[in-house]
Every structure is written in C-alpha cells, then in structure tokens.
C-alpha cells in the first residue's frame, strides 16, 4: 500500500498519473508519518539512523566521530582520489566543482544513458573517460575508500535528488516498488522494517526509520566494516532470507534513487561510525 494513502487516507500521488508531483508527495507523506511516531526528534537527526532514537547512543556516536578509528581507509580513499590518471588527469578535474557539493545530487536520471546513474557510476565514468578500468562497486579497497572519501567532499550539502522527467519518475517508481515488495523466506518488504517498524528493537537493534538513511553513506559498521549502501541493502535482504541483488544492478540504483528522494533537504554526512 503506497505510504501516501496509508497517512493521508486516500491515494493523493496517484492521481498524479506519473507526472514529477509525485514523488513530493510521497517524501511529504514520509515526513508526516515519522514525524507523528517520533513528535520529539528533529529533522536534521534523522541522519544519525537508530542513534536519534537513543541519547547515550548518540553520545557514544559523536565520541567515536570526533576520532574516527576508519580514518585511515578515508585516507587511502584521497590517496586514490588525488592520484592522477596516466594521462595526467584528476578526477576533481573530470567533475564539476572539482567533485564538491556533488554528492546529495545523485542518483540522477540520466536521459542519455536512459537509466539512473548513481554517484559511483559518476566515479567509475571519470575512470574510463580517461581510458582506466572502471572498479567493482563491491570492491572495498577501490571503490569502497575511494567513495568514502569522494562524499566526504559533500559534507554538510542537503540532499537535492532530481526527479522530473516522466522517464524518470518511472525510475523512482519502480525504485519505490521494490521498497514495498515483500521479499525473501521471512516475506517482509524493506518498508514493513523501515516504514511500519521503524524506532522498534529487532536483535538488539534499533531499527531506524528509512528517512535520513541515504545521506549518511557509506557507513564503518563496528567502526571498521565499510558498508555502501548497496552493500547495506544486501546485508538487509540476507537478514530476510531473500538472494541479494548485485551491488550496482539496476534494480539497486532505481531504489537507492527512491530511497535517496526521500531524504532532500536533509544533510549529508559520509564516512559515518555505526553499530
Ligand atoms: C526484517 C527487518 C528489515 C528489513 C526487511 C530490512 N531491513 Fe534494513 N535494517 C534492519 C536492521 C535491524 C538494521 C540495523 C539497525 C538500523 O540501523 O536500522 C537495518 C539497517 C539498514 C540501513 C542502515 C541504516 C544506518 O543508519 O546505518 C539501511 C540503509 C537499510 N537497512 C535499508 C534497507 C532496505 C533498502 C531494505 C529493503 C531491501 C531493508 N533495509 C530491509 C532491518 C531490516
């Protein structure tokens, strides 16, 4: 059941017919459910995940943060960064604004290519354009620490995630979709979890509301497993027994695209300690 109709009572984006009013819609209705189950929590905290919802953890998150233990992976991520390509090049030289306040723009919607290129691919199309190998989005010591540091360079951006062409919002559409799709031998669907059962303990775990998730990507789980957010999304589909999608898939960046809409406004941190 689309989130729009469960708060508001009736299916108001769906009368927009697929046009880009929508997915506004949708991130308004999101703001208004969480903000009616968590009436003290501000906006803005909402990127902390879990640790909004818990004073002491939130305590304990800003001490880990004011001496990260995975700084050293963000460094080998600038030493990757600022290394030239043979021909001399940068990727600061191949983006706009040498790669600052870039990252709370994507996922975009790419006419051209006709599918949704997400931060990554950005990198990765830095790479080949200047005749590299692009690197596995799997691939911890490349692209892993390459992003952590990359999105650092967007810090403190709010999160402006473009959704305006038809072709486009069926992106989104279908990126919700797969948000809404039970899945796996448990049979839950990522908003049941992140929707319905955000702020109640599953394992011992808080389980976060999915607004804010998007911007505080990637994260040091235990503060020195680097997860993506693709590689979240799998940990997520393993936890209910569902077969994880590739990182990279198209079916992953269409969510992340969803997934990251959700969150404009809010502000991006990158390189994030997590329980
Ligand atoms: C059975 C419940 C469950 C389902 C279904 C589920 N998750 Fe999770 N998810 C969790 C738990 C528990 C955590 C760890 C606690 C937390 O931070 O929310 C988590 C963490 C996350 C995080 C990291 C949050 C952070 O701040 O570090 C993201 C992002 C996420 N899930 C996205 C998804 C997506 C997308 C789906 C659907 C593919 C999904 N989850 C399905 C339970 C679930």
Same mark, same amino acid.
């Given at each position: 059941?689309?989130?729009? =109709?469960?708060?508001?009572?009736?299916?108001?984006?769906?009368?927009?017919?697929?046009?880009?009013?929508?997915?506004?819609?949708?991130?308004?209705?999101?703001?208004?459910?969480?903000?009616a189950?968590?009436?003290?929590?501000?906006?803005?905290?909402?990127?902390?995940?879990?640790?909004?919802?818990?004073?002491?953890?939130?305590?304990?998150?800003?001490?880990?943060?004011?001496?990260?233990?995975?700084?050293?992976?963000i460094? +080998?991520?600038?030493?990757?960064?600022?290394?030239?390509?043979?021909?001399?090049?940068?990727? =600061?030289? *191949?983006?706009?604004?040498?790669?600052?306040?870039?990252?709370?723009?994507?996922?975009?919607?790419?006419?051209?290519?006709?599918?949704?290129?997400?931060?990554?691919?950005?990198?990765?199309?830095? +790479?080949?354009?200047?005749?590299?190998?692009?690197?596995?989005?799997?691939?911890?010591?490349?692209?892993?620490?390459?992003?952590? %540091?990359?999105?650092?360079?967007?810090?403190?951006?709010?999160?402006?995630?473009?959704?305006?062409?038809?072709?486009?919002?069926?992106?989104?559409?279908?990126?919700?979709?797969?948000?809404?799709?039970?899945?796996?031998?448990?049979?839950?669907? *990522?908003?049941? *979890?992140?929707?319905?059962?955000?702020? +109640?303990?599953?394992?011992?775990?808080?389980?976060?509301?999915?607004?804010?998730?998007?911007?505080?990507?990637?994260?040091?789980?235990?503060?020195?497993?680097?997860?993506?957010l693709?590689?979240?999304?799998?940990? *997520?589909?393993?936890?209910?027994?569902?077969?994880?999608?590739?990182?990279?898939?198209?079916?992953?960046?269409?969510?992340? %695209?969803?997934?990251?809409?959700?969150?404009?406004?809010?502000?991006?941190?990158?390189?994030?300690?997590?329980?």
């Amino acid at each position: 059941m689309r989130l729009a =109709a469960l708060v508001l009572g009736a299916g108001l984006s769906g009368m927009f017919g697929g046009s880009a009013a929508a997915p506004e819609d949708d991130r308004r209705a999101y703001v208004q459910f969480f903000q009616a189950r968590f009436p003290a929590v501000p906006l803005d905290d909402y990127v902390l995940g879990s640790f909004m919802l818990n004073a002491a953890g939130r305590r304990h998150y800003e001490d880990i943060m004011a001496f990260p233990p995975f700084e050293p992976d963000i460094d +080998r991520g600038r030493a990757l960064w600022e290394t030239p390509f043979p021909n001399g090049r940068t990727y =600061a030289d *191949c983006l706009p604004d040498g790669g600052r306040m870039l990252a709370g723009t994507y996922p975009r919607y790419d006419a051209e290519q006709r599918r949704v290129v997400t931060f990554e691919m950005l990198l990765n199309r830095c +790479r080949t354009d200047n005749g590299e190998a692009a690197y596995r989005y799997d691939d911890r010591d490349t692209m892993g620490v390459l992003t952590a %540091y990359a999105r650092t360079l967007s810090d403190g951006m709010r999160m402006a995630i473009r959704v305006e062409s038809p072709e486009a919002v069926a992106r989104y559409e279908a990126g919700r979709a797969f948000f809404e799709r039970r899945i796996g031998q448990m049979n839950f669907s *990522c908003a049941n *979890c992140h929707v319905q059962n955000a702020g +109640r303990v599953m394992r011992m775990e808080v389980i976060s509301p999915a607004l804010g998730q998007a911007p505080h990507f990637p994260v040091f789980r235990g503060g020195d497993a680097l997860y993506t957010l693709h590689a979240r999304y799998t940990r *997520c589909m393993e936890q209910v027994r569902a077969e994880p999608l590739p990182m990279g898939s198209e079916t992953f960046n269409d969510l992340e %695209y969803f997934h990251s809409y959700m969150s404009n406004g809010l502000p991006l941190k990158a390189s994030v300690y997590r329980r």
